[in-house]
């Protein structure tokens, strides 16, 4: 696997600029199927989550292209409602394709995706939701066989506000009889993304954002030939260069990104006595030489602490004064960069889900290894800061969410080698 080697002790500067979320370009691109139209996909990430999700597109007879900045994508074409084993397990996320393609098809049929390096990821409550909706669901050696020809709308109330739930349940309820209402949903930005791409494609979604979301027939609207779609900027991606800067003492302007996403992590940023310019569509970063303690972090579903922030701000406790107690409330197994930043000098002592880190004067550059995407981001960071050089293995799970981590970075200031 891939590797980058990272000087230590980097001055970050200047200005960068944030592309388009992962996390919603993905749904919305299962959503493609939900139209016969073509689809021009603006500030589209060209990372291997989306090229994987593409591939799978392909293989359900759909088509795709890039030109100029922007992706091009028909479905029209698409006429089988398997799921390509493979590609489905190597993108786990893909399981929220059943939705799109019940509401295109009738049917569907998928292989369990399985677990990922931070949990198990179950997938209970898609299922369950489904069923509400009238599908019948068959689970048959590994296989999950969905008929939803006769699919109805309905209540359904979310035992937890599942991201990839609620996106399913919103595809598949835009293809029943009747009105569904989802209580208890995800309220993540990258969910409004996926209903104001529905509602360009004719459907009448309301509430994203909240915890009741309304899908109810269609909208009374004439859909273009051509229909566009800019993706929101990734709220992860720009709070990773924030904390770049952050464990670096430095100074960075972060752009076109939504601040008003990345509440909860300005909040953190400020709290670790960073200065926070934030603008409309951008954030100006001044950070201490040394960042003040951060006494508690605790994970939870939008609009609280996001997960995925989790291993960035891990790091940036490391090197901070005081102790961090951080309670990893989503995932039931993603402190996988706590052993590696312990190799790099880090303090930590973890219990289950919580992580207590002593803040230690500097980490030492060493050797390290990725063991997801996020907890990979992490150890890059953290060896901008360490003194020394780091090696960092398993590069590619960044590949998956960061489209060339080392040439942002570098791009302000940092020395960043990647080898094949
Ligand atoms: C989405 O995953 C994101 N992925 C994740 O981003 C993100 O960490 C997560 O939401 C939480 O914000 C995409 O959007 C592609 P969940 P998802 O369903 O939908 C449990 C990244 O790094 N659960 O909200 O899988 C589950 O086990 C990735 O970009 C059930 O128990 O997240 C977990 O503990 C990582 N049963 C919790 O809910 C279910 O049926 C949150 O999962 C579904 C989920």
Not at 327 to 342: I, L
Not at 362 to 371: D, M, N, Q, W
Not at 410 to 419: E, F, L, P, V
């Amino acid at each position: 696997m891939a590797k980058m080697i990272i000087e230590g002790r980097a001055k970050i500067s200047g200005e960068i600029s944030i592309g388009g979320a992962k996390n919603s370009i993905l749904p919305i691109l299962a959503c493609t199927l939900l139209t016969d139209r073509t689809v021009r996909i603006k500030n589209c990430p060209k990372i291997s989550d989306v090229f994987n999700m593409l591939n799978i597109l392909k293989t359900l007879g759909g088509n795709y292209y890039f030109e100029g900045d922007s992706l091009y994508v028909n479905t029209a074409s698409a006429d089988t409602y398997v799921m390509p084993p493979d590609l489905s397990r190597e993108l786990r996320s893909s399981i929220f394709m059943l939705g799109s393609i019940l509401a295109r098809f009738g049917k569907a049929c998928c292989v369990y995706p399985g677990g990922c390096e931070i949990g198990n990821r179950p997938i209970g409550l898609h299922l369950s939701g489904l069923q509400m909706l009238n599908v019948s669901v068959n689970e048959e050696e590994g296989s999950i066989i969905c008929n939803g020809e006769d699919m109805r709308g309905t209540a359904i109330h979310l035992d937890y506000p599942s991201v990839g739930a609620t996106e399913n349940l919103m595809m598949a309820a835009s293809g029943a009889k009747g009105k569904t209402i989802i209580t208890n949903a995800a309220r993540e930005p990258e969910i409004e993304d996926l209903q104001a791409f529905l509602r360009k494609l004719g459907y009448n979604v309301n509430g994203a954002g909240t915890s009741t979301i309304e899908i109810d027939g269609r909208l009374n609207i004439n859909i273009p030939d051509v229909v566009e779609h800019k993706i929101i900027s990734d709220r992860i991606v720009a709070g990773t260069m924030l904390c770049a800067a952050a464990i670096c003492g430095s100074s960075l302007n972060v752009k076109d990104i939504e601040p008003a996403h990345m509440s909860s992590t300005l909040s953190k940023l400020r709290e670790a006595g960073c200065t926070l310019d934030i603008g409309r569509s951008d954030v100006h970063i001044t950070a201490p030489d040394r960042l003040r303690e951060i006494r508690m972090i605790e994970t939870l579903p939008h609009p609280g602490f996001p997960t995925d922030m989790q291993p960035m701000l891990f790091a940036l406790c490391t090197v901070a004064d005081g102790t961090s107690i951080i309670v990893e409330n989503v995932f039931e197994n993603r402190f996988k960069h706590a052993p590696e930043f312990t190799k790099m000098g880090a303090v930590i002592t973890q219990r289950d889900r919580t992580a207590i880190i002593r803040g230690v004067k500097h980490l030492r550059g060493t050797h390290v290894t990725a063991r997801d995407l996020r907890g990979g981001a992490a150890l890059v960071i953290a060896g901008l800061a360490a003194w020394g050089y780091t090696t960092v293995d398993n590069i590619d799970f960044i590949d998956r969410g960061y489209e060339r981590i080392e040439n942002m970075l570098n791009s302000i200031g940092a020395n960043i080698t990647r080898i094949n």
